[in-house]
């Protein structure tokens, strides 16, 4: 493996073989194998279809705002539309983790790049915050006097700042047998006037659904799906492949610049990525070094599963 060699007090030059040009929204789990470039709309199988053809507009979708379901407070009533960050590989862990997204068969979703959303769309990633702070937000909001009339600029200042911040806002901690939220790596859309997050098809990067209803959903889509990534299942997304499309021609130069300084340039971005391809194998092979140890352990949690299953059954027969 190329990694990063130790800094010796000398050597700095050499960072720039190694360092990631990317910006951080962009950044994908090759460079970084907990970031994703993507936000994902996670939803239903019902309610795909539904948000595909919720627009007033040709060639529109629109995800409608809900409180979101971990509120448990009465007075929150901000409308929400929520995004995950998550890797791909793993968004499929939702269903594990909380048992109405796996009734609700939360294994479809729409996918759109982080960095337009971010950029142009104003959504902004979540607010976890403990019950006890998010308390002391509402009680500061009810200080401020009821008619506009009366406020003051520094609680026009405090108005706006508030607005801001509640709709972003979410508890961090659950109970203590669940702890928390975070695992969420939630994203919020969120504008009163609007009846949730309107978006045009060609902002849409990947969809997933199973392979049986991809045709009706390409069918909605028409020509755009085209351009659409659709995959079955989340953890069938490669994104070492993506990562290698994205760069296939991807070396810009400027001008006045002679052949030997583009060449110069060239291999600085090709040995750039290359190194980072190298530390994800690297991290790909130590991830398939635990393969045999983890197939080893398996087994022996069925045969445990055997055992308790005949104890079972003789107890049965005992009664």
């Known amino acids: 493996m190329n990694r990063l060699p130790e800094f010796d007090g000398f050597n700095t030059d050499i960072w720039n073989n190694y360092k990631v040009t990317k910006k951080s929204l962009n950044l994908s789990p090759v460079e970084k194998p907990d970031m994703s470039p993507f936000l994902i709309h996670m939803t239903g199988k019902d309610q795909i279809l ?31 539309v929520c995004f995950t960050e ?36 104003k959504v902004r990633p979540a607010l976890y915050i403990d019950n006890i702070t998010i308390r002391a937000l509402k009680n500061l909001e009810e200080t401020l006097p009821d008619s506009l009339e009366e ?15 509640m709709p972003l806002i979410t508890p961090v901690f659950q109970d203590e047998y669940r702890q928390g939220f975070t695992w969420e ?3 919020r859309y969120y504008n009163k006037d609007d009846k ?27 020509d755009h799906a085209s351009r659409i990534q659709f995959v079955n299942t989340w953890g069938e997304y490669n994104e070492v492949i993506e990562f290698l499309k994205s760069r296939e021609f991807n070396y810009e130069y400027g001008s006045g610049r002679t052949e030997a300084d583009k060449l110069r340039s060239k291999k600085i971005e090709v040995t750039r990525n290359k ?38 059954e003789q107890l049965e027969k005992d009664k």
């Open 50 to 80: 539904e948000i595909l053809s919720s627009s007033e507009y040709d060639d529109h979708g629109l995800i409608r705002a809900e409180v979101p379901s971990q509120s448990r407070s009465e007075w929150y009533e901000k409308k929400i």
């Open 275 to 312: 190194n980072q391809l190298d530390a994800y194998q690297a991290y790909a092979e130590s991830l398939a070094k635990r393969i045999d140890e983890l197939k080893r352990i398996s087994e022996e949690y069925q045969e445990e599963i055997l055992e308790i299953d005949q104890k079972l």
């Open 151 to 165: 406020y003051s600029s520094e609680n026009i200042k405090l108005k706006k700042l508030l607005d801001k911040l």
């Open 196 to 222: 949730g997050f309107e978006f045009s098809y060609e902002e849409i990067e990947i969809i997933c659904c199973p392979e049986n209803e991809k045709g009706q959903i390409q069918e909605k889509l028409g």
């Open 86 to 121: 998550s890797v791909l590989h793993s968004i499929d862990s939702f269903r594990y983790i909380a048992i109405n997204r796996f009734k609700s068969n939360l294994f479809y979703g729409i996918g759109f790049s982080k960095e337009k959303l971010a950029l142009y769309e």
């Open 185 to 187: 790596r939630e994203w």
